[in-house]
């Protein structure tokens, strides 16, 4: 009964290629978010969804494409990975924008 | 611009030891204050959120207090499954218009 799940949690890939994390969650939350964080544990916001509509998108290379089929799910699309891509990726959900509630993380590695 | 600072980046204690983190911010609209443990290869997992300064929350050995300017987690008695890292945010903005902020977090570890 995982609250905010995500797959894969580590994904190993060649320079280039193009991957994608889902992310679901079953609190009934009405907001997602993906977070990025780099090797010094800083966590920075990518993008967040209310109700299957954009409200947040920082400056991410638009390489970077969020999905959202439905309000209990989130997917992120990366176009032609770059070496600076490797980092830990943070499905996120809340309601009413208030606390946030955090997945388990995909480990995303390109070699 | 908005900020978020945690001291110290590292902390190491005695079992037993009490101390403190910090949590300073500087942000327009100051909607509220979170508190999260992340322990290595997992995601936040949410501690306490704070609303107005002179707010206090507690769970356990940690207590969560806030003031115009800073957070402070206070941990009493420590025991080593409290070691992880802690991370601070802070929601802030108007309506339809706010942000999350993260400090880098601080990392403690507590010695048997």
């Known amino acids: 009964d995982t609250a905010v799940s995500q797959t894969p949690k580590y994904l190993v890939t060649q320079m280039g290629n193009d991957k994608s994390i889902k992310c679901e969650q079953n609190?009934?939350?009405?907001?997602m978010y993906w977070y990025k964080q780099d090797s010094k544990k800083f966590l920075k916001i990518m993008f967040s969804?209310?109700?299957?509509?954009?409200?947040i998108n920082e400056t991410v290379p638009n390489r970077f494409s969020p999905k959202s089929p439905d309000k209990a799910h989130l997917n992120l699309h990366i176009n032609s990975l770059e070496l600076g891509d490797s980092a830990v990726y943070f499905c996120?959900?809340?309601?009413?924008?208030?606390?946030?509630?955090f997945g388990e993380g995909s480990w995303l590695t390109v070699v | 611009e908005d900020q978020v600072t945690q001291s110290p980046e590292a902390l190491r204690l005695q079992e037993g030891e009490s101390s403190s983190l910090n949590c300073s911010y500087t942000?327009?609209?100051?909607?509220?204050l979170f508190w999260y443990r992340q322990d290595p290869g997992k995601g936040p997992e949410f501690l306490f959120t704070?609303?107005?300064a002179g707010e206090e929350k507690e769970k356990e050995r940690l207590k969560a207090t806030l003031t115009k300017k800073e957070s402070f987690l206070h941990i009493t008695a420590p025991k080593p499954e409290d070691s992880a890292t802690y991370l601070c945010?802070?929601?802030?903005?108007?309506?339809?218009?706010?942000?999350?902020?993260f400090g880098t977090g601080t990392r403690l570890k507590v010695l048997a």
């Open positions: 942000v327009s609209g100051l909607r509220g």
């Open positions: 704070l609303y107005s």
């Open positions: 969804y209310n109700n299957k509509e954009l409200i």
């Open positions: 609190l009934g939350h009405d907001t």
């Open positions: 996120a959900s809340s309601v009413n924008r208030a606390t946030i509630y």
């Open positions: 945010a802070v929601q802030a903005g108007t309506s339809g218009t706010y942000k999350y902020i």
